[in-house]
């Protein structure tokens, strides 16, 4: 009975010690498997991020300044008539407003002749004048006779300019509100919108803290989230001395060239403003970095280990970080992978 006893327990200590070192076999076996990169040295730029809708530097609507019958004008270009899109010069006629019963009332042929005659009289009262036939009077009142002429002339011509809608500037038609040619239109009838947009400018807002890194001048870069692959650059060109009490925030005005006119007037944009860079520095993504107790770390791969490095930073951006101090060039950081591990950790480089 004692001999059956025995050898039980010793076969059950038999199979303790094979479960023991089956375990033992399986745990140093495990690795886990990561992706690293080797350490180099980059450029960084530290910018701040602000968005906003972009609008014209020109821009303006026009209205009918009288009433009349409304006739649309060919493009040149084109050949046909004016059209939304249409590329137009500065001083082309886009509408003309006709009515007849205006047009008779401005006499515009009498006030010319009145002006003729007006500065003939003038010029025979100085020969008189000078060869004392006439008044220092007679030759005021000949100057003021002349003077009412030419204003009352002008006018004349300003006023018959009113039956032509005339492109203050070169741009683009952006609206144009649909009227049959020959219809009678109103007095503040809208008639055309032209932007120019080769510049466009930026209401932006950036925090107080950055009042001191944001100078006049400084350039800014500006994307579009559907044309990514598009960047237009631009500058600072006015600072708000003023602090926002509710937002905390300061106003900047942001120029943009956009000679291409990829980008449009009411785009809402991402504009970064670089207020430092290095060109040489350890460089690592941001998202490999874990917060701990005893502050940033990452994981090197060594000897088939991961080993722990608590890092200090330096300049940053959302993307990109400079780590001033914890690796060193050529170091194997591990960027994929790294979520479960713990300081040596057995690891296998999978890429």
Do not use: W
């Not at 009077?137 to 039956?163: P, Y």
């Not at 791969?301 to 001033?324: D, S, T």
Request: with cysteine; proline share 3%.
């Amino acid at each position: 009975m004692n001999i059956r006893i025995t050898a039980f327990i010793l076969s059950i200590g038999a199979a303790l010690v094979a479960c023991n070192n089956e375990r033992e076999d399986l745990t140093s076996e495990v690795s886990i498997p990561v992706s690293v990169k080797e350490v180099g040295v980059g450029s960084i730029e530290q910018y701040i991020t602000t968005t906003g809708t972009v609008n014209p530097v020109q821009e303006v609507e026009l209205k009918a300044e009288i009433s009349g019958d409304y006739s649309l004008k060919i493009n040149p270009r084109t050949r046909k008539p004016f059209a939304l899109g249409d590329r137009i010069n500065k001083g082309e006629v886009l509408v003309s407003i006709e009515d007849a019963e205006y047009r008779n009332n401005l006499n515009l042929e009498g006030k010319k002749l009145n002006l003729e005659i007006s500065s003939e009289t003038l010029a025979k009262q100085q020969a008189l004048f000078e060869k004392g036939g006439v008044s220092q009077l007679d030759l005021r009142n000949a100057e003021i006779d002349k003077v009412n002429a030419e204003n009352t002339f002008q006018n004349g011509v300003i006023s018959l300019s009113k039956m032509r809608i005339t492109a203050p500037f070169t741009g683009i038609i952006v609206d144009l509100p649909h009227t049959t040619g020959g219809i009678k239109i109103e007095t503040g009838t809208s008639v055309v919108k032209i932007m120019n947009y080769e510049k466009l400018f930026m209401d932006a807002k950036f925090p107080e803290k950055n009042l001191g890194d944001i100078k006049q001048g400084m350039e800014v870069r500006v994307t579009h989230y559907t044309m990514k692959e598009d960047t237009i650059y631009g500058r600072i060109a006015a600072i708000s001395p003023a602090i926002d009490a509710e937002t905390r925030t300061f106003k900047s005005t942001l120029e943009l060239g956009n000679s291409n006119l990829k980008f449009r007037p009411g785009m809402f944009i991402k504009a970064d403003l670089v207020i430092a860079s290095k060109d040489s520095a350890i460089v690592i993504p941001k998202d490999v970095i874990l917060s701990r107790q005893r502050g940033s770390t990452v994981f090197v791969v060594e000897r088939g280990e991961a080993r722990e490095r608590v890092i200090e930073l330096g300049m940053e951006n959302p993307y990109e970080v400079e780590v001033i101090s914890g690796l060193k060039l050529n170091d194997r950081l591990v960027t994929e992978g790294f979520e479960t591990l713990t300081n040596r950790s057995k690891v296998t480089i999978v890429k």
